[in-house]
């Protein structure tokens, strides 16, 4: 056989080139939620219901109505009547009335007439009464429904890769099945006559050696996202080592070869592409792995990597594992641990180590940056939210901002976003954060976000209503949403405006108050104050429902929906969605603020083009 000649050597950059330039993506795989970990999800995944989907008792004591513990201390507690208990698992068959209290276990249902909770360290029994030493506002020790996740909020985003935190994520919103990407199938072909494949028996006269490549290479496929099959090993016979390869193009997305790769005459592997296929690239100047193949054979991708095993795995991992981890969805990998710097301080009370979980992102000079993420521990995304754990150990009780810490990461794979951004949950900007590529964002609403603008951390807040402390910024976008009153379809009250809420007994619900929603209502209920010549607390107080307000945008009006509530705080956007009424009161400005300090870093920037194509 002829002698071929190596062709003219690429460059590194030019076979990863080549490489890239095929399409190695497998489609979509709908898989069960039991088969979903370490898959890459390829949409968007809304919640469909609240978690919790009641409101319930964040821990053991007795649930009551607030106002009746007002002015409640140690030397003068207030005292209820105990009139019944609720378990968890249960549903509650009693009502709480003035002066009364029902005794309720941790996650247990609050019970009708309840609007706070006082843990049982703080009460005492005394002849079927109860005794409680310090005093509640409403929502006390209460997790509301959609506290964790609201019904209608972006839970996941395409891209996401699904981790035991994310399992449990989608564990609590009841999903069965998730569209995921397909793994891209890599067919897997050990070359050479010397090759015998472990647990088979050796000729060492002949020169003979066990097959390591495949079953590493198949490993290291497998750890980069792609699924692995081996195929038989091929000889040095050119019609068989044809036949293996086709059959491993009409199966796979990728096929591997190793070995067969050279200018020697036995070497013939690089024929078969030449003639049957596409020969993208023979040779590549790097040390170790000179003689690698890139082609096309049969519709498929093609790299053939050199036999010896270290040579193989090097130019694996330099140029195929990069490329398998794109086509499904995979991050780069990093190291376990990693040292950054913390973006705030953290205070922690002696007397016990801290697992603190954290978040990681970058500033304008791509320091690493670390802050910490903590929702409480009844909360499903304090983790799915998370990239890993700071320990802090049982005598610490400050970590000043700055300081360097060590992060054990959740994931070797895990990476800091493209984009970290906090604030507002707006329809407009999930929209947005759909086309970029592994943003994270913390619904976490207006004024947090413009506290932690302040203090540096995010790259972005996006902020709703009036801003009522400036802080420097530069404007990434700007639009306008219209917001209102949210009730049943034919506004059966005939609601038609805040006043009713006030002179009617309509059941409110209302936002938090760190959202921008019910900074543009404050603005209002003043407004209606003064029209009437009255304090705003009056207004306030004769709202029925003011006082306690749900975290999620469409919480109100999904509260609406199921006859829960009258009236609800929300979107124009929202109610039409929902098919509900809507009674307009205003438009209300949205905008995105940059962090001065990272307006040049890659996320940022795509955010800004992203804004200007959705709000064209």
Request: with cysteine; net charge negative; charged share 25%.
């Amino acid at each position: 056989m002829e002698r071929k000649e190596f062709r003219d050597l690429v460059s590194p950059e030019a076979a990863t080139e080549a490489i890239e330039s095929l399409s190695l993506e497998g489609g979509i795989d709908r898989v069960p939620l039991a088969e979903a970990h370490g898959r890459v999800l390829v949409t968007r995944l809304d919640a469909e219901l609240d978690v919790p989907g009641f409101d319930r008792s964040s821990m053991d004591g007795y649930a009551l109505r607030a106002a009746d513990t007002f002015g409640a201390d140690e030397a003068d507690p207030a005292r209820l009547e105990v009139v019944g208990a609720v378990h968890a698992g249960e549903t509650p068959a009693v009502e709480v009335g003035d002066g009364e209290a029902v005794e309720i276990s941790t996650g247990a249902v609050m019970p009708a007439g309840a609007d706070a909770m006082v843990p049982v360290e703080r009460t005492d029994l005394e002849a079927g009464d109860v005794l409680v030493r310090t005093g509640v506002a409403p929502g006390d020790n209460v997790m509301f429904a959609g506290a964790d996740v609201a019904a209608g909020e972006r839970a996941l985003g395409p891209g996401t890769q699904i981790t035991p935190r994310e399992i449990g994520l989608l564990s609590a919103l009841g999903l069965e099945e998730v569209p995921v990407r397909a793994k891209p199938r890599v067919g897997i072909i050990s070359t050479g006559d010397e090759l015998v494949r472990p647990g088979g028996d050796l000729d060492s006269d002949r020169g003979e050696i066990y097959d390591v490549n495949s079953y590493t290479i198949a490993a290291a496929v497998e750890e980069a996202g792609g699924e692995a099959v081996l195929f038989p090993h091929a000889g040095d016979d050119q019609a068989e080592m044809e036949r293996v390869l086709r059959d491993a193009a009409a199966d796979c997305d990728l096929v591997l070869s190793s070995g067969s790769t050279s200018a020697s005459a036995v070497d013939v592997i690089y024929r078969v592409i030449e003639e049957q296929g596409e020969l993208l690239v023979h040779g590549v100047s790097i040390k170790p792995g000179k003689p690698m193949l890139i082609g096309r054979l049969e519709g498929s991708a093609y790299v053939g990597l050199p036999g010896y095993p270290v040579s193989a795995m090097m130019v694996f991992r330099t140029f195929v594992a990069p490329v398998l981890r794109e086509a499904a969805g995979l991050p780069e990998p990093a190291s376990a641990t990693i040292t950054g710097e913390l973006a705030i301080q953290e205070r922690s009370p002696q007397g016990r180590h801290r697992l603190v979980p954290v978040g990681l992102t970058t500033d304008g000079d791509e320091n690493l940056l670390v802050y910490p993420v903590d929702k409480g521990s009844g909360a499903t995304t304090s983790l799915s939210d998370a990239d890993g754990l700071v320990e802090i150990d049982a005598q610490t009780d400050y970590l000043e901002a700055g300081k360097q810490v060590e992060v054990t990461l959740f994931s070797p794979e895990t990476r800091p976003p493209t984009l970290f951004a906090v604030g507002e949950n707006d329809p407009t900007m999930n929209r947005a954060l759909d086309r970029l590529d592994r943003p994270r964002y913390l619904p976490i609403g207006s004024r947090p976000s413009l506290r932690r603008l302040r203090k540096g951390v995010p790259d972005v807040a996006v902020v709703a209503g009036p801003l009522e402390r400036e802080v420097d910024h530069e404007l990434l976008g700007e639009w306008t949403r219209e917001w209102g009153l949210v009730v049943p379809a034919g506004n059966p009250e005939e609601v038609a405006g805040l006043a009713d809420l006030v002179d009617q007994p309509l059941r409110f619900v209302n936002r938090t108050t760190d959202s921008g929603l019910r900074s543009s209502l404050g603005l209002e209920v003043a407004d209606l104050a003064a029209a009437r010549d009255v304090e705003r607390h009056d207004i306030v107080s004769a709202v029925d429902g003011f006082d306690i307000g749900l975290r999620a945008h469409e919480s109100p009006a999904r509260r609406v929906a199921v006859g829960d509530a009258d009236v609800g705080l929300g979107l124009a956007e929202t109610a039409s969605q929902l098919s509900l009424g809507f009674v307009p009161l205003g438009e209300q400005p949205v905008r995105v603020l940059a962090n001065p300090d990272r307006t040049g870093k890659p996320g940022v920037r795509s955010l800004e083009g992203v804004l200007t194509d959705v709000l064209e």
